[in-house]
Structure formats: C-alpha cells, structure tokens
C-alpha cells in the first residue's frame, strides 16, 4: 500500500457553502465526452446544503444551508442536469418571510420570542427542530425521501424533484432524531433514532417494510444510552444477517445544555458535547431483538459512516471512516471555512482527516482464549474484567470519506471499497480511490481543479466481478463555481469512460451524499 502524507494546503474547504440562488428546474442537456455505457441508464440524486442566505441574513454552519437536490438523469446515452430546492416549511417559512425564522445546527432562532415562549417550543418536537432536510436521498420500496438527523422525511418525486409528503416520525413512532442513512436488509429498512423514556434516553431501531409502506414501521428494538442525559450522535449505523450494530461513539447529545441553548437562543451544536470517553459496540440480536450482554470497548475516535459490515464466521466486519475527535464540526461554521481558504492551518487540516479502519467484533467468545481468528487481519480482541476491548486496523494512510461499496455486498463480505477525500499532495483538487481490501492496493483519480463528491458505485447487469461497473462522480470546478461536472469512471481500473459538464445560472455547492434510482427495464 502506498502511504501519502496529508497536506492539503490548496484544498478549498468552502466548497461545502458555495451559495445557489437559482434553481434549474427543467431538466438541461449536458455537453458529453466519451461514451456512456449502454446499460447506465437512471437518475442520480444528490442532497446537500444550497442556499446558504435568506434575504441579508446568512447562516453559520455549512449543515445549515437549504436542502438542494442536484440531478443528473443518463438517458439514451445523452445526460440531463437539473436542481431544485426541498420544500421543507422551514424553507417555506423563510421564503415566506425574507429571513431565517428557524434555528439550525449551527445558526441560533431570531431573537424575537421571550425565554418562556422559547422552552415552551423546545417541548413540542415540531417547533424544536427543522425539517431541512440536507443530508441524502434514501428510498423506501418505490418511494424516496430527503433525510436529516431531525424527525422529518420529506418525500420527493424523482422525476420532477419536487416535495411531496412530509412524514413526521415523532407522531408516528416517538423518534425525537433519526439516522439518515436508512440500511436496507434482506428483511427491511432500518434506521436508529433517540427516544426518551421514563429511564432517560434510549435508541430505538426502527424497521420499516420492504414495499415502503411506512405505516408499517415498527420499533423492533430498544437500548439505553450509557450517559443518562446524553444519547450519543449516530450519523449511521449496521446491519448483517443476525444482528443490528450500532457505535456508541464519545460524541454525545446533553439534553440538559439542549435545553438550555435553546432557552438561551445559542445554536444546536453547542449542547454536543465530546466525552473523551472508549467507544462502545452494541450487537443486538435480531433474533429476540435483546441487546447482546457481551460488552465490547475501544479507544475513542469519531465516526460518521461505515462503509459496511458483514459476518464471517465468529466474527462481525465493520469497515468504518474515523476521526481522533469531532473538532471538524466547529470548523465547518462557513466564517471559518472562508477565513482558512488559501491558508489552511495545521491543526484546521488535521481536524477534516479521516483514515479507514477495519473493526474485528468477535462473537460467541465465552470459554475462549483466541478470540479473533480470522486470518489477513490485524484486528485484535482481548478480555479486560468483564468487556473485550476491540483493537482496529488501519487500511488507509490517506484521508477518505463518504465510502461506498457494491450494494449488492451491502452485508456481505466485499473486497473493494470506493471512496472521496482531498488531494494528499496538497493540489487544488480532490479525489476518488478504489481500495482492494484483500491486497491493500489503491488506485486513484484525480485531476487538478476538479473537486470531487461522494461517489457511487453503479454495478452492470449481469456482471460477475464485484467491481465490473461505472462509478459515477459530480464534480465541482475550483476556478468557475457554476460548473458542474458528472464524470464516470470504469470502476475497477479509475479510469475515465465519459464526462458530462455544464454551467448553471447559479453556483454549485458541494452536496453531501448520492442516491441512484435506475430506469426499470
């Protein structure tokens, strides 16, 4: 494995709170190289931050910005761009108003209601929380939705982009958060959420039926959070055959300072607070739906998403981006972003870097001495009292995010991941990687001024290797921020097959995750 050291001094953070004004409803055809292939044929979606002001008043926090969806539409070998922002009634409100009327993550309420008006709406869930929702697309049987970590799904018409249903999960199964990264298993679609019971906080798993018939949905599972006033952050969680995982990372929600914030009109992301503190890995059965007594600890890191996680033997596989701690969230605040770009200090870099890691969960480890023996890995396991404390492998040396795999190895054993970060040589420029975990090889593409998003792996009909597809890729352009580029990638080798580019009336931001709905054959 070739190992780079990060130093990403020309990498422009503040791509992520590039400012779109102007929607591009109807779909615009694309100028083409190369060829598309004949089998890629769909829609993808990407979701993220776009408009990041409301009449003179700009929100803080690149996680604050107006949901836009961005499309790109592979039809007939021609490809089409469209964008248009989610309707959420936050939006709609501040439209409606010419200014921000909503806290978000980042950016407090308008201070114009009294401390007893403002602690009378932190008790109603609906008034406590946004419905932007920014963060990815996700689909449910033939329905797709726009996410956030709030307890709103809004649902879209994908060919239009247009907001349809908004589905509150707090009316319907008590969820006050929800993980956006919806995980779809062989017998449903599963998210992690926080309710709070007579004992405190706990995470409920949430299970909703194949056919997206979200009536359905069934709180399967329940597990309390080890702080009694702080549930912790879950971006993302996993799930394999047999089991529900979820990490209980030091990141953690303080529901007291929560309240308090709000009472006090400070922003979201002061009632998180770091505990420097193990992480916890918590099984849970999806046979009796009990949470596994075993109790399994690891050095602390942070995390927002893993990549996947699969049973192989006596073992859970997890495959999960890290961080040292969550200092990248206070320096995505979008004065920040700004201040830094061209200078890009050391420890501002150091906070955005990430490096895959491999966790090894043994199970069925009573009686036994060795508990990981599973060969090619470095992971370690070991009894201290009464937990196992989880040592990881590290199999990157460079900085990725946004992994994705395969789909149809989504809780398999998979050899290849695909995934997104800054130009290690410290180029004004990104990249996406191709990583074969079996041999540690890596290959990249790259190319100067190009900032690349978070790709997703389009496997062909048919195919017998795991990597035989296209990986499809938006991208922005550092010098004109009304470019916007689609690239796909023969996905074994990183090679380029074809590019679809094209300007927009307004800026491209960054967006955050990528959803892909093929054309049914």
Same mark, same amino acid.
């Given at each position: 494995?070739?190992?780079?050291?990060?130093?990403?001094?020309?990498?422009?953070?503040?791509?992520?709170?590039?400012?779109?004004?102007?929607?591009?409803?109807?779909?615009?055809?694309?100028?083409?190289?190369?060829?598309?292939?004949?089998?890629?044929?769909?829609?993808?979606?990407?979701?993220?931050?776009?408009?990041?002001?409301?009449?003179?008043?700009?929100? *803080?926090?690149?996680?604050?910005?107006?949901?836009?969806?961005? !499309?790109?539409?592979?039809?007939?070998?021609?490809?089409?761009?469209?964008?248009?922002?989610? %309707?959420? !009634?936050?939006?709609?409100?501040?439209?409606?108003?010419?200014? $921000?009327? *909503?806290?978000?993550?980042?950016?407090?309420? #308008?201070?114009?209601?009294?401390?007893?008006? *403002?602690?009378?709406?932190?008790? +109603?869930?609906?008034?406590?929380?946004? +419905?932007?929702?920014?963060?990815?697309?996700?689909? $449910?049987?033939?329905?797709?939705?726009?996410?956030?970590?709030?307890?709103?799904?809004?649902?879209?018409?994908?060919?239009?982009?247009?907001?349809?249903?908004?589905?509150?999960?707090?009316? %319907?199964?008590?969820?006050?958060?929800?993980?956006?990264?919806?995980?779809?298993?062989? +017998?449903?679609?599963?998210?992690?959420?926080?309710?709070?019971?007579?004992?405190?906080?706990?995470?409920?798993?949430?299970?909703?039926?194949?056919?997206?018939?979200? !009536?359905?949905?069934?709180?399967?599972?329940?597990?309390?959070? *080890?702080?009694?006033?702080?549930?912790?952050?879950?971006?993302?969680?996993?799930?394999?055959?047999?089991?529900?995982?979820?990490?209980?990372?030091?990141?953690?929600? =303080?529901?007291?300072?929560?309240?308090?914030? $709000?009472?006090?009109?400070?922003?979201?992301?002061?009632?998180?607070?770091?505990?420097?503190?193990?992480?916890?890995?918590?099984?849970?059965?999806?046979?009796?739906?009990? #949470?596994?007594?075993?109790?399994?600890?690891?050095?602390?890191?942070?995390?927002?998403?893993?990549?996947?996680?699969?049973?192989?033997?006596?073992?859970?596989?997890?495959?999960?981006?890290?961080?040292?701690?969550?200092?990248?969230?206070?320096?995505?605040? $979008?004065?920040?972003?700004?201040?830094?770009?061209?200078?890009? =200090?050391?420890?501002?870099?150091?906070?955005?870097?990430?490096?895959?890691?491999?966790?090894?969960?043994?199970?069925?480890?009573?009686?036994?001495?060795?508990?990981?023996?599973?060969?090619?890995?470095?992971?370690?396991?070991?009894?201290?009292?009464?937990?196992?404390?989880?040592?990881?492998?590290?199999?990157?040396?460079?900085?990725?995010?946004?992994?994705?795999?395969?789909?149809?190895?989504?809780?398999?054993?998979?050899?290849?991941?695909?995934?997104?970060?800054?130009?290690?040589?410290?180029?004004?420029?990104?990249?996406?990687?191709?990583?074969?975990?079996?041999?540690?090889?890596?290959?990249?593409?790259?190319?100067?001024?190009?900032?690349?998003?978070?790709?997703?792996?389009?496997?062909?009909?048919?195919?017998?290797?795991?990597?035989?597809?296209?990986?499809?890729?938006?991208?922005?352009?550092?010098?004109?921020?009304?470019?916007?580029?689609?690239?796909?990638?023969?996905?074994?080798?990183?090679?380029?097959?074809? %590019?679809?580019?094209?300007?927009?009336?307004?800026?491209?931001?960054?967006?955050?995750?990528?959803?892909?709905?093929?054309?049914?054959?």
């Amino acid at each position: 494995m070739s190992v780079a050291v990060d130093n990403c001094g020309k990498y422009d953070y503040s791509v992520l709170c590039r400012h779109c004004d102007k929607e591009t409803p109807d779909p615009v055809p694309c100028q083409l190289s190369g060829t598309i292939p004949e089998w890629l044929k769909g829609k993808l979606i990407y979701n993220g931050p776009g408009l990041t002001k409301v009449g003179q008043q700009e929100y *803080r926090h690149a996680f604050d910005a107006s949901a836009l969806l961005q !499309k790109f539409e592979i039809k007939d070998g021609n490809v089409t761009y469209s964008n248009r922002f989610v %309707r959420s !009634k936050v939006y709609e409100q501040n439209q409606a108003a010419g200014k $921000i009327t *909503r806290a978000e993550f980042g950016t407090p309420a #308008p201070a114009n209601k009294g401390m007893f008006s *403002r602690l009378l709406d932190a008790m +109603d869930p609906e008034k406590m929380f946004s +419905d932007n929702a920014l963060v990815c697309v996700a689909g $449910i049987g033939d329905r797709h939705f726009a996410m956030c970590e709030t307890p709103f799904m809004l649902e879209i018409d994908s060919d239009t982009l247009e907001t349809k249903e908004r589905v509150n999960i707090h009316k %319907r199964y008590g969820l006050m958060t929800q993980s956006p990264h919806l995980v779809v298993s062989n +017998d449903g679609v599963y998210t992690v959420g926080q309710g709070v019971g007579v004992t405190g906080p706990k995470y409920n798993i949430l299970r909703y039926p194949l056919d997206g018939n979200l !009536k359905q949905g069934k709180v399967v599972a329940s597990l309390g959070a *080890r702080w009694r006033l702080s549930p912790a952050y879950m971006h993302s969680m996993a799930v394999t055959d047999n089991y529900v995982v979820l990490i209980e990372q030091p990141l953690a929600v =303080s529901l007291s300072e929560l309240l308090s914030d $709000i009472v006090n009109n400070a922003p979201f992301i002061e009632g998180l607070k770091w505990h420097n503190e193990p992480v916890l890995v918590h099984l849970i059965d999806k046979q009796t739906w009990k #949470p596994v007594k075993t109790r399994y600890v690891m050095d602390p890191f942070f995390f927002m998403h893993v990549a996947n996680a699969y049973e192989d033997g006596d073992h859970i596989v997890l495959d999960v981006p890290t961080y040292k701690d969550s200092t990248l969230l206070h320096n995505m605040f $979008i004065s920040t972003l700004r201040e830094q770009r061209g200078k890009n =200090s050391e420890d501002y870099v150091s906070s955005f870097q990430s490096t895959l890691h491999r966790v090894v969960v043994p199970l069925n480890t009573k009686g036994k001495d060795k508990l990981i023996t599973l060969p090619d890995t470095s992971c370690t396991a070991s009894w201290a009292g009464q937990e196992i404390v989880l040592q990881s492998e590290k199999l990157s040396e460079i900085t990725v995010e946004n992994p994705c795999i395969n789909s149809g190895k989504a809780g398999q054993k998979h050899q290849f991941i695909w995934a997104m970060g800054p130009s290690p040589e410290g180029n004004d420029s990104g990249f996406v990687m191709k990583m074969d975990i079996n041999s540690g090889e890596m290959l990249k593409f790259t190319e100067d001024g190009l900032y690349t998003s978070a790709p997703e792996f389009i496997p062909k009909p048919g195919a017998t290797s795991e990597d035989e597809g296209v990986l499809l890729v938006l991208c922005l352009d550092s010098k004109d921020e009304n470019k916007a580029v689609l690239l796909g990638l023969d996905a074994a080798n990183m090679t380029e097959l074809f %590019r679809a580019s094209l300007s927009t009336p307004s800026a491209v931001p960054m967006p955050l995750h990528p959803y892909f709905i093929p054309f049914k054959q």
